[in-house]
């Protein structure tokens, strides 16, 4: 009975990988009401944020110096994903490689999250304060905003 209740519960751990296709790299991260993309080029954020010509070459090349490393680490992750993948599809399951499968995972998840803070951080030492409460503020693009009003248009 608890083999089969470990299986149901890593089951279901696992579902989320097998759910979506592998997906390309996704943009520079989206922080707290973080449009995505290289946001600080789009000429509505530049006039609303008042970003100057030298903050946009700065947070350029802080994302020019970490997009390597995450185009990497989402390369990594959806490897990792995947060889997970025939370990669960196996007639046989084999908790001896399907467990250190799952904590490769879950450290590849970890370390794309961590490459993503440092980008986050790279690009908020570039803003003031002033510019960062007002990004903060905005409701990212994709999400309704809190007066239940549908998401912005870019």
Same mark, same amino acid.
């Given at each position: 009975? =608890?083999?089969?209740?470990?299986?149901?519960?890593?089951? %279901?751990?696992?579902?989320?990988?097998?759910? /979506?296709?592998?997906?390309?790299?996704?943009? &520079?991260?989206?922080?707290?009401?973080?449009? &995505?993309?290289?946001?600080? !080029?789009?000429?509505?954020?530049?006039?609303?944020?008042?970003?100057?010509?030298?903050? *946009?070459?700065?947070?350029?090349?802080?994302? *020019?110096? !970490?997009?390597? =490393?995450? %185009?990497?680490?989402?390369?990594?992750?959806?490897?990792?994903?995947? +060889?997970?993948?025939?370990?669960? /599809? +196996?007639?046989? $399951?084999?908790? #001896?490689?399907?467990?250190? /499968?799952? @904590?490769? %995972? +879950?450290?590849?998840? #970890?370390? $794309?999250? =961590?490459?993503? +803070?440092? $980008?986050?951080?790279? %690009?908020?030492?570039?803003?003031?304060? @002033? *510019?960062?409460?007002?990004?903060? #503020?905005?409701?990212?693009? @994709?999400?309704?905003?809190?007066?239940?009003?549908? &998401?912005?248009?870019?």
């Amino acid at each position: 009975m =608890k083999t089969i209740a470990a299986f149901a519960l890593l089951a %279901i751990f696992c579902a989320g990988a097998f759910a /979506q296709p592998p997906q390309p790299p996704p943009p &520079p991260p989206a922080g707290r009401g973080m449009p &995505p993309g290289k946001w600080w !080029n789009k000429p509505d954020m530049v006039a609303r944020l008042k970003i100057t010509p030298d903050q *946009q070459r700065k947070m350029d090349d802080v994302f *020019q110096q !970490n997009r390597v =490393k995450l %185009i990497d680490l989402h390369g990594a992750l959806a490897r990792e994903e995947a +060889a997970l993948e025939p370990l669960m /599809q +196996a007639a046989q $399951l084999d908790d #001896s490689k399907i467990l250190p /499968q799952i @904590d490769r %995972i +879950a450290q590849a998840r #970890s370390d $794309l999250e =961590k490459a993503e +803070a440092r $980008l986050l951080l790279g %690009i908020r030492h570039v803003l003031t304060p @002033d *510019q960062w409460r007002t990004l903060e #503020s905005e409701p990212p693009p @994709d999400r309704p905003r809190p007066d239940g009003r549908p &998401p912005r248009r870019e």
